[in-house]
């Protein structure tokens, strides 16, 4: 079975400086989906960036980007330019390939806090 | 881009009583839609993952009598909590997947239940 590991219950950055965060997960797929979800206070999931394990090129979009290394398993999150809107709860996740289970495994969460 | 509406936000119930919460997709048909709980300061737990015309497939653990799922056409799948009881309250989340080859899963807003 597949799991997803954030280390980071919490973690703090100042306003316009990089954070990272981490995530690790299992799984013996070599087909399959990475996703770093935002759930602001409003609770509403925003999916912030994905990443297709066949491909080699780390995903960007704006201000975010991930480190996404295959063979360690591992796929953290950078923040760029940390704004105030940026403080929520960030959920990594996975996701089979296509054809295999179309259900997503979220990871515990990591608590961003941005101080001004 | 795709909407995927809850209904209610927030609902209150006795305990005893049975309560309904719909998930639309507003601008897509789905075929699959997911439903989650999420307990205060905690990940999204998947409960049900629902196929338009099908019986809902359950995680280990939930209780298919107590948690009906309906997923009665390609853009509604409702979520019955039957005799609810206080340790039923939670927040319950649906999303919808729009396309399964890109895999597009898209979120609706929440359910806040008490059960009192």
């Known amino acids: 079975a597949q799991t997803v590991t954030q280390s980071q219950p919490e973690m703090s950055v100042q306003e316009a400086e990089t954070v990272t965060l981490s995530c690790t997960y299992d799984?013996?797929?070599?087909?399959?989906?990475l996703f770093w979800y935002k759930q602001p206070p409003s609770r509403q999931m925003i999916l912030v960036i994905r990443q297709e394990a066949y491909k080699q090129q780390n995903a960007t979009e704006n201000r975010f980007s991930v480190n996404f290394q295959k063979a360690a398993k591992s796929f953290s999150l950078k923040i760029s330019d940390s704004q105030l809107g940026d403080a929520a709860m960030y959920f990594c996740?996975?996701?089979?390939?296509?054809?295999?289970?179309?259900?997503?495994?979220f990871g515990k969460g990591t608590r961003l806090h941005i101080l001004p | 881009g795709a909407v995927v509406s809850q209904h209610p936000s927030w609902v209150i119930c006795k305990s005893g009583t049975s309560v309904k919460i719909e998930c639309r997709s507003l601008?897509?048909?789905?075929?699959?839609m997911f439903w989650y709980r999420q307990f205060p300061k905690q990940s999204l737990m998947l409960m049900a993952t629902?196929?338009?015309?099908?019986?809902?497939?359950?995680e280990q653990g939930v209780e298919k009598d107590k948690f009906l799922i309906n997923h009665a056409s390609l853009t509604l799948s409702t979520l019955t909590v039957t005799s609810a009881h206080p340790e039923d309250s939670s927040f319950y989340i649906c999303s919808a997947l729009r396309d399964r080859v890109a895999y597009e899963q898209y979120f609706g807003p929440g359910t806040r239940l008490t059960v009192t």
């Open positions: 629902s196929n338009e015309g099908s019986k809902a497939t359950y």
């Open positions: 996740a996975y996701r089979s390939g296509f054809g295999g289970d179309d259900k997503i495994i």
């Open positions: 799984t013996s797929e070599s087909d399959y989906y």
């Open positions: 601008d897509f048909q789905a075929t699959t």
